[in-house]
Structure formats: C-alpha cells, structure tokens
C-alpha cells in the first residue's frame, strides 16, 4: 500500500496548464458572476436611493457618505495588495514574471471571493438574503487576499498557477471563518490584522510548504537567488508595503482617534525597526556590509506586530520597542532559523514569511493582549474604554483582563486554523493533477511564461545572493575576470 501511494505522488511532473488552468479560470470565473448574481448588493451608501436615505437618516451633505472616509485608505491597501506584494516577490532572478503575475492572479480572484465569504458571516441580512457591500466591504476583501498572497510567499517558485489558486480558495474560506471566531465570537480588537493576516497567513503557507517538501529542491538551487537588478525590483515592493502600511492598519479603525493612533503608532513603529534591522544585517557580517534580503524584509516586521496593538493606547515609544524587537527577531530569523528549519524541519520558506509574518503576527497578537489586559480608565477613560475595545451589548460588562485573555486565545486560533488548513491543503496539492514543476525545474519563469530571448542567458558574475542560505564571499576572492574584446 505504501508502495502504491510513494508510486502515485511520485510520478512524472507534467507542467502543461493549457487545459487545466483556462478551465479552472473559466469555470472559477462563471461561478462568482451567478453567486454576485444571487447574493451581492450595493449599500445604502453605493445604491442610487442615496438621496432618500439622506433625507430618511437627516445627513446634510455627501460628505458624509462612508465612501469620503475611507477610499483613501482603500487606494493605500489595493497598492499594497497588487504593487507591495507583488513586486517583494521579484526577487529571484528567474522568477519575476511568476511573482508579480501570479500575485495578480491570486488577489484577482482572492477578492471576489472573499467578497462573498465574508459578507455571508458578516453583512448577510436575514430579511432578504443578499450581502449588501460598500468601499469598507472591498478594504476587508484586500485584507482577506492578502493572507493568501502571505502564503504563496512560502511556495513561490514551487508550485502551479493552478495550485495556487487552490490555496486561494481554501485560504479565502478559512480565513473568513477563522476571522468570524476571532472577531466576533471572541470580540477581539486587529485592526491591522497581526492574529487573522500576518499569523494565519504566514502558519498556513509554512504548514503546506511543509507537506509540499521536496527532498531534490537542491537540483535548482542556482536558480534560488537573486540578482542586482532582480533585488532592485523586490525593494520597490518594499518602498510601497512600507509607505503605506499605516493605511493598512488604520484602514477600518473607528473614525476619530482610533484611526490616528493606528497610523501614528504604525509610522513609529515601522521606522524603528529599519534601524535595528540594518544594525543586525551589518553586524552579522565581517566587514560590516548589509544584505538586501533583510532590508527588503525585515523593515517591515514592525508594522506587522503593531497590527493588533495600533489602535491602542501603546505609547508611541511603547511602538518604538515593538519596532526594536521585531527588526532584530526578524533579521536573527533570516540569519540563522531559516536555515534551521529547512535543514532539521523540511521546511523550505521561499521568500522566509515565517521571520517576516508567521512570527512577527504572533508575537503583534500577544503585543496586544498585553497591551489590552494593562488598560486603565485613567489612561483611556470609560468612554475610551468602551470605544477602543467595544465593550457593548452582550460585552458591555467584559473587564479588561478578560479582554487580554480573548485576544491571546484568538491567536492561538489563528495559528491553528493556519497549521490544520494548511496541512490539509497540502496534501490536496500533492495529488499529481495540478501541473506542478518537477524538483529540478522550480523557480523558472519559462515553466509557465512566454519568456523573451534577451533574458534567457544569466551572467554568473551577477549571481550572488540566496534567501535560504547566504554566501560568505567577498568580491575580492572573486576568480571571474573581465576579458575585453
């Protein structure tokens, strides 16, 4: 039996998608135009009876339409999801075209989804039956993608346009559930999304990249790097998640103070955490240079803790520590357990989101439950209190420590949903139908792309930079010699 089952994974990789991939987009693609068609509305606030609701709710002026406040953070968040994402993930030299398109692709699709999953454990009404969605509603779908996008991190170069997909539609669904369990059944407080983003998100695609293990990866270990110019793109990527991550945990905070604390903590937050990441890369080295994987990586690590906590009354140099702390965990991660958990674990973390999201989320979720469980009506008082945390109806009487304690058990829910869902996940992607590149073909664009002829060459002088594992070279043992013609 066991020979059976080794035989059945083990079989020849076939990486045509001509049938598989235009047939599950097709499909995929008719199913949510009749699922809108049954179930999606606009909003009092997108429909064309605007005016009557205006007159009915006594609102003076457009303004005040939900849409004025918060686009602009939406406009934030979209950039982050389709330019942030996708151009981090253009760092491997020969993987450009896979990173940013299939980013495209996964958000693309993620959103429509989510759309729906989300509106029916959150906004479907009774009454009628239908998800009435509005510019919030397409702010929490950018949110929903982006813990899919967080998981294709871990399985860049490795798997099919049509493996991905997969993961973005069991993603979707269990992010929305596991977000209606935290949220709502638990009442915790993420505005930016440390416990159901970042550590969700990062605990799934580890737990599958885990399952998907490939024992002969090392057969396309030259292709796993970058080059300069490859690197140069990924920080761009970086430059746009950076700038606008305040936007992204501010992006459906209450309005008012709530929402200028969140940027405020997340700003102080993420520029502390470039310093100690520079620290760390430079002392890591003999000669005190830096390594782009972790400037283009760790810098961010202090906006994803500050997540859960930005919304709170943290201080802003209570931001600056967590900024502190999550640079040098996040660089020590790059440095030494990435590494590790490749070599003991079998864990092979691409583009390395368990020092960037899986722990860094964790550790923004417990941040907040310590934060939450410290509160006093002193420092927030009562009505603070009760904006901050939501203590109404059924919560109106939750203390503080009680509220501590939810919001440390909604990351431990989070992580489980992330490791069970995305075990499962993997061995749905290990069945031999999907189109996936065989060990010695990963990280190739040519797998799935039409590829122009000027970049099919690769200069070797240019190769000198890997994300698992680095290499201690100086340029001045360098044998390569420039001939002139």
Known sequence: MGNCCESFFGRQKNTNVRVSLPAVCFVWQIAMI????????????????????????????????????????????????????????????????????????????????????????????????????GVESLINADFCCAGSL???????????????????????????????????????????????????????????????????????????????HSDVFAMIGTLFLWMFWPSFNSAITDHGDGQHRAAINTYIALASSVLTTVAISSMSQKKGKLDMVHIQNATLAGGVAMG????????????????????????????????????????????????????????????????????????????????TFDFEGSFATRSVGTQGGFQAAGTCVAIAFGLVGGAIVGFILKFPIWGDPADDNCYDDEVYWEVPEDEETIPPVLEYNNHMIHKHQDISESNFSVEQS
């Open 34 to 133: 009749i699922l809108f068609g049954v179930f999606i509305r606009y909003d009092e606030e997108s429909d064309a009876h605007w005016a009557e609701h205006k007159r009915s709710h006594n609102i003076t002026s457009d303004i005040e339409n939900d849409f004025y406040f918060r686009y602009p953070s939406f406009q934030d968040v979209h950039v982050m999801i389709f330019v942030g994402f996708g151009f981090l993930m253009t760092f491997l030299k020969r993987y450009s075209f896979g990173g940013v398109g299939f980013n495209f692709l996964i958000a693309s699709f993620g959103l429509q989804w989510a759309l729906l999953m989300q509106g029916w454990f959150h906004s479907l009404d009774p009454a009628t039956g239908k998800i009435y969605i």
């Open 150 to 228: 967080i998981a294709y991190g871990a399985l860049l170069g490795k798997v099919s346009p049509v493996q991905l997909l997969v993961v973005t539609l069991f993603g979707i669904t269990l992010f929305a559930v596991e977000e209606y369990i935290i949220l709502t059944l638990l009442h915790c407080r993420d505005a930016g999304g440390s416990m159901v983003i970042h550590a969700f998100g990062g605990y799934y695609g580890l737990a599958i990249s885990w399952v998907l293990y490939r024992p002969n990866l090392h057969l396309s270990k030259r292709l796993n790097g970058s080059v300069y």
């Open 308 to 387: 859960t906590a930005a919304e709170f009354m943290i201080t802003p140099y209570g931001s600056l520590i967590v900024g502190f702390c999550c640079g040098i965990i996040s660089t020590f991660g790059y440095l030494f357990v990435t590494p590790f958990l490749e070599k003991y674990l079998k864990l092979q973390d691409t583009c390395g989101v368990h020092n960037l999201h899986a722990v860094p989320g964790m550790l923004g979720g417990f941040t907040g439950a310590i934060v939450a469980a410290a509160a006093t009506e002193s420092v927030y008082s009562k009505e603070g209190l009760i904006n």
